[in-house]
């Protein structure tokens, strides 16, 4: 599968593996930015008072699901600059944009022109970094990489990748080798008793 592709220290999947590091940070910046203006009102945000209102009075959307939107797109951004359970805050915030894309940006076309309509450009490049994060995993700085060994199973796969099963040493040299050994007459001596009157035994067989 991909996630346990991606997750091997071997080779250039390394600079893939890295690569999910920069995508995360980075969406975890954009996103922590947008939540905490809708939460905390940093940065020039209406806060979460006027979130809620802002948000049912253009949008006619209802107050509980402003209060989720804000909660997975900050405390889901946190949880990507951590590196921990990114998968899940991933998923959420790909829903989070669908409904953003389809509902509020397509109507206004694809081009995010300044001072004027608001396209789906932006918000559909965050849609494809939220999905890819969600099914490739946190990459090897975070904290999944170091709880997803222990805990195991499922979990550990939505905490991040999975680690790759062992692998034999170039197994294919080892069937040759046993192809070639059944080949080879047995240098061992014939220990098998002597044969009956009428039977040849292995001995026999083995020296014709």
């Known amino acids: 599968m991909i996630f346990i592709n991606i997750c091997r220290d071997k080779g250039g999947i390394v600079q893939r593996d890295d690569s999910l590091i920069i995508l995360r940070v980075a969406l975890g910046v954009i996103f922590f930015a947008h939540g905490a203006q809708k939460l905390l009102g940093w940065f020039g945000g209406p806060?979460?008072?006027?979130?809620?209102?802002?948000?049912?009075?253009r949008l006619a959307i209802p107050p509980y699901?402003?209060?989720?939107?804000?909660?997975?797109?900050?405390?889901?951004?946190?949880?990507?600059?951590m590196g921990l359970l990114t998968r899940l805050a991933a998923a959420l915030i790909a829903v989070d944009m669908a409904?953003?894309?389809?509902?509020?940006?397509?109507?206004?076309?694809f081009f995010?022109?300044?001072?004027?309509?608001?396209?789906?450009e932006f918000v559909f490049s965050l849609l494809a970094m939220a999905i890819?994060?969600?099914?490739?995993?946190?990459?090897?700085?975070?904290?999944?990489?170091?709880?997803?060994?222990?805990?195991?199973g499922p979990l550990g796969r939505l905490m991040g990748c999975s680690s790759p099963p062992p692998s034999r040493p170039y197994p294919h040299r080892r069937r040759r080798r046993s192809r070639r050994s059944m080949a080879r007459p047995s240098s061992r001596p014939c220990r098998a008793p002597p044969p009956g009157p009428g039977r040849r035994g292995p001995c026999r067989r083995a020296s014709l």
Do not use: C, M, W
């Open 47 to 57: 806060g979460f008072a006027g979130a809620i209102q802002l948000f049912q009075q």
């Open 65 to 81: 699901l402003t209060v989720i939107v804000i909660i997975v797109e900050f405390f889901g951004a946190i949880l990507l600059l």
């Open 99 to 109: 409904v953003a894309l389809v509902k509020v940006h397509l109507p206004q076309g």
């Open 112 to 120: 995010v022109v300044a001072g004027g309509s608001v396209g789906i």
């Open 132 to 152: 890819y994060l969600a099914i490739n995993g946190s990459g090897r700085l975070s904290l999944d990489r170091l709880l997803r060994e222990r805990v195991g």
